[in-house]
Structures are given as C-alpha cells and as structure tokens.
C-alpha cells in the first residue's frame, strides 16, 4: 500500500473505548482462488451497507477488510449519527452543482439519518442509540448571531423545526459551560459505533454476503473482464468492484485515486464515569450530541454509562512526538471546555482518519475509464450516516438502478489536491486560518 501519513495513523486502534464494549470477531480469510460478482474494498459501515444491500437483492458479493472487523473509522470514530458528510456551504454547492443542488444534498443529509435509524431498527441493532437530535453551541456572542439568522434556512432546508437556547437558558438544558447559546437541531442520534458496525457485519452476512478480515488489497488489476484483487492468502476475482476505504485508502488501489483524497487526524478521549455532584458541578447534564461552533470544532456527548466523549481535529504527522504534543493539546482543551472536570481521569484515548475531498462534496459513483469499478468515499468526518447511505447508494449503481436521495452531482469525479502526496501540507495553513477565525 502507498498511503500519506506514516505507519503510525494507519495501526492498531490503542485504547479506543468501543473496543472494550464488544469483542472485534474473526471474518476469516479468504483462501485461494474465488470468483464474486462483486468486491467490495474495506469493511466499514460503507462496505458493509452495500454488501447488505447486494446481498439483499441477490447480487453475490465479497468484502475485504485489511484489518480486524471495525478496524478504521468506523470502529474509532464519536458515534454522531447525524447531519453532515459535506465540508461545502450550502451557498457554495449551489454555486458549483447549479439550482436546487443545496436542497438536494439536505435530503440526502436527512434519508442517510433516517437510513442508518432504519437498518437500526429492521435489524434489531443494539447500539446504545441515543439523544434526541444534536447540539451546536456557539463559542462567541457573534457565532449565537449567524445561528439566530440561519435558523430559517434550516427549518426550510430540513423540514423541522430548530431551537434556539439563548445564553441564560442554556443552564436549564443541561448545558454548562462559557457558551453564548446554542441551536437545538432534532435530527440525529448518537450510538456505539461498534455495535452498530457488528449488527450491520450480522445482517450481511444473513443475507448472504461473504466477509473477510485481516485480508488488505495488495494489488486490483484488471484482465479477461474482470477484476482481480491479490490478498496475502487468496485472489478473489470480481464483475464489479466497490472501493469503500475512504481516510484509510491508497495511492495506488487503483492509480486513479492519487491526489484525489486528503486523510485528516481526529482524537477522541474518554473519560471515567462520571458522578451526579460531577455532573452538577460542572453543570452539564444533557445526553444530546453536541459540538462548537469553532471551524477547528470541538464535539462531545455524554455516554449513557456516564462517561464522557470528547474529540478534536488537529495533527498533522503520527510520530511520537507530534502525537504526544496532540495528546496535550485535546487535554488542554477539554479543561478549558470543562473545568469542574480537571481532576477527572481520562481512561481512553485514540485517534483515526477522517477523509476530505477536494470538492468539499463525497464521491458516489463509477471511476472513470474503469469499467465496473466504483466508489463511495469523502464524508468529511460525518461517515456514520452518509457512509451509510453512500454504501446502499453505490450499491443500487453498481445494478444499474438510480439511487434515491443521492445527488446527482456526487457522482461526479473528484479533482485532484495539489502538491501530490505532499498535499497533506496543505492541512498546516488551513489550521492556522481556521484557528485565527476561531479567537
């Protein structure tokens, strides 16, 4: 594999908490020659999604996940299943896609939800689903300004009803803190993202769909019609192809991908269960998803166990050094956030790879000049639900079907950064700039 960052970004998972709630299982390996309509790279909940849905409509499929079952982002990532997969303003997808294309992706935004909510519930899925909606408090009185005149748009775009929380009635909501108001969106839910990875694992393979772990993608050549994909113990050779790896992806499966993704760091922390005079003191009682207003943001949940989640962008490297001096800085902000806590000990911490495009959009559809091989990638940090529905989505185009509430603008092909696979660079000044609008 030839991927940006060193080794590091892309290892074990250290002391992620999911992990500990649920055994990571044995997919096995595939042995030997075999033969699949389709493959699907990567076993997250993008994979998965469209394996299940193949699966269920009689299409043989097989995914290969290079690491254990909840590996990459799926089985590190806050548990957010919300609004979200797109960096690009609203303003900005229309300047670029043309007429009604915001409104396109908001109900694209809206069905990956209500998709994920869905499987949730046809499956049986207990993954500790929870929060009625989510949260973003304003970090500064101006922020709480462009929240009261966007609240509109909102309703309009969505079709509900936000809710504003001015500053003096944020306490009344469980929501301590140096905030200046906040905006209460009822769309979303939080989950273990382990569970709701293994339930959907479950699912497929009920349906018919055979997985594989500890199995990366060595090669993906084309021959005879068909794809061949090389694995360290076996060959599976495939119709059609589905690359499913987002953050977690190479440079060379296939060629064509290079320059056109950029990884980017998040940590997470997570603290001991909290008690009642903990909660109160600090003044933060709400189980609601909630995040900042700050382009560099901060977002945090408390776990129905009483613990409490904390995550931050930032690093740019995985040596040593750079990820102790990010292990620091999440402390530091977390303490500044929420200072009754100080004193409350930290018993899980990770990181992974959110995954941004060049267009600030997600990719849905077939790669070009490469028949019968497709992709689903670019979330943005919000691949809980739009990988989701990006996985179903890829799925009903690899059978040929139009997919619903998938924009049809997300199929087009994705640009490529600039500076090649030095881009990751480019990260350093946008954290700067980002950081300077954040004070």
């Known amino acids: 594999m030839r991927r940006l960052y060193e ?3 892309y290892g074990p998972q250290g002391a992620c908490y999911w992990a500990d709630t649920l055994p990571a299982p044995d997919w096995g390996r595939p042995e030997g020659d075999a033969s699949t309509e389709v493959a699907v790279i990567g076993g997250g909940f993008t994979g998965l999604s469209a394996a299940l849905h193949l699966a269920e409509a009689g299409t043989a499929v097989t995914v290969l996940e290079a690491g254990h079952p909840g590996y990459g982002a799926s089985g590190r990532n806050g548990g957010f299943c919300c609004l979200g997969g797109a960096k690009a303003s609203p303003a900005a997808i229309e300047r670029r896609f043309g007429p009604g294309a915001a409104q396109a992706w908001a109900g694209a935004e809206k069905a990956a939800v209500a998709r994920a909510r869905a499987l949730i519930d046809r499956f049986g899925i207990d993954a500790d689903a929870h929060s009625d909606g989510e949260v973003l408090l304003a970090h500064k009185p101006r922020a709480f300004a462009a929240m009261q005149a966007e609240t509109p748009d909102l309703a309009r775009a969505y079709g509900v009803t936000p809710r504003l929380i001015p500053p003096d009635a944020l306490a009344d909501h469980g929501l301590g803190g140096t905030w200046h108001g906040a905006l209460h969106l009822p769309l979303g839910f939080a989950l273990n993202p382990r569970k709701y990875h293994a339930g959907l694992a479950v699912a497929a393979r009920a349906a018919g769909a055979r997985l594989h772990s500890d199995s990366p993608v060595t ?4 021959a005879d019609g068909r794809w061949h994909l090389t694995t360290p113990t076996g060959r599976v050779a495939a119709k059609r192809v589905i690359l499913a790896t987002n953050g977690y992806s190479s440079e060379d499966l296939p060629d064509w991908l290079a320059g056109r993704y950029l990884p980017a760091q998040s940590s997470v922390i ?6 009642d005079g903990e909660r109160t003191a600090q003044g933060w009682t709400s189980d609601r998803m909630a995040y900042d207003s700050r382009v560099l943001l901060h977002y945090f949940r408390m776990l129905p166990e009483g613990r409490f989640l904390f995550g931050m962008r930032g690093g740019l490297r995985a040596t040593r050094r750079e990820r102790a001096g990010l292990s620091r800085r999440i402390r530091q902000h977390f303490h500044g956030l929420f200072p009754a806590w100080r004193d409350v000990e930290i018993t ?12 600030l959009t997600p990719f849905v559809g077939a790669v070009p000049e490469a028949p019968g091989l497709f992709a689903a990638m670019g979330f943005h940090g919000n691949g809980v639900a739009m990988g989701t529905h990006a996985g179903a989505s890829v799925a009903a185009m690899v059978r040929g079907e139009t997919p619903a509430d998938c924009p049809a603008f997300l199929s087009q092909p994705p640009g490529r950064f600039p500076l090649g696979r030095f881009r990751r660079s480019l990260l350093r000044p946008a954290y700067v700039a980002a950081g300077a609008l954040d004070l």
Do not use: N, Q, Y
């Open 348 to 359: 899980h911490e990770w990181d992974g790879l959110v995954c941004l495009m060049h267009s």
């Open 7 to 9: 080794p590091a970004a």
């Open 270 to 275: 997570v603290t001991r269960p909290l008690t």
């Open 219 to 222: 090669a993906l050549t084309p």
